[in-house]
């Protein structure tokens, strides 16, 4: 009887190792990715594209990510110690106890409180501190409510209309019960264009 030398064997098996590595390689790592990416597109257009807004075919910036304002004309976001640069994304990881950190919270209160002309008490904790990624587009109506009187004159408009826009961008809980109201101040900076 003859068998088989281990050599065959060999060269069988890593024919096969090889066949199921490219099979796997093709359809997990290439088809799988496909169809994720084409449903993903398909079922949230909007998304998959990184939610960008634009205005007059060009686009002005994303829903899903703060921008600076370095006008007085428009609501400021929350400050980001990323510089808004969706590539460098992150907290300043400043420990509480740190005394950098309560020095820059003092510091930019009282930058906020002359900026929207209120006492320094009154500012929104939002408005000082940096959210966990530095890009968080969106402000509660607290942080926005005390912008409306700069904003207002600024643009020569009368508190009340602004007060409305404000209103009327204010996005309520998700579901009724997921998250807090918030408003995203791109969307309203955007709203507040428009009404000139």
Do not use: W
Not at 66 to 89: C, H, I, K, T, V
Not at 110 to 130: F, H, K, N, S
Not at 141 to 156: I, K, L
């Amino acid at each position: 009887m003859k068998t088989e030398t281990p050599v065959l064997d060999n060269a069988c098996n890593l024919r096969a190792s090889l066949g199921l590595a490219l099979v796997a390689l093709l359809v997990m790592g290439l088809l799988y990715s496909l169809a994720g990416a084409g449903l993903g597109r398909a079922l949230f257009p909007v998304q998959a594209t990184g939610s960008i807004i634009e205005r007059d075919g060009v686009a002005v910036g994303s829903a899903l990510v703060a921008q600076p304002f370095g006008d007085a004309r428009y609501f400021q976001p929350r400050p980001s110690a990323a510089n808004y640069d969706p590539m460098a994304a992150a907290g300043s990881n400043q420990a509480r106890s740190n005394p950098g950190l309560r020095q820059r919270i003092d510091d930019t209160t009282a930058a906020v409180a002359a900026r929207d002309g209120i006492a320094a008490a009154d500012v929104p904790a939002e408005l000082v501190t940096q959210s966990g990624s530095g890009l968080d587009p969106d402000l509660s109506p607290a942080g926005v409510q005390v912008q409306v009187a700069r904003v207002a004159a600024a643009r020569g408009l009368p508190p009340d209309v602004v007060a409305r826009l404000v209103a009327g961008h204010t996005q309520a809980r998700q579901f009724g019960l997921l998250g807090e109201p918030r408003i995203n101040v791109l969307e309203l900076n955007l709203a507040l264009d428009a009404l000139r």
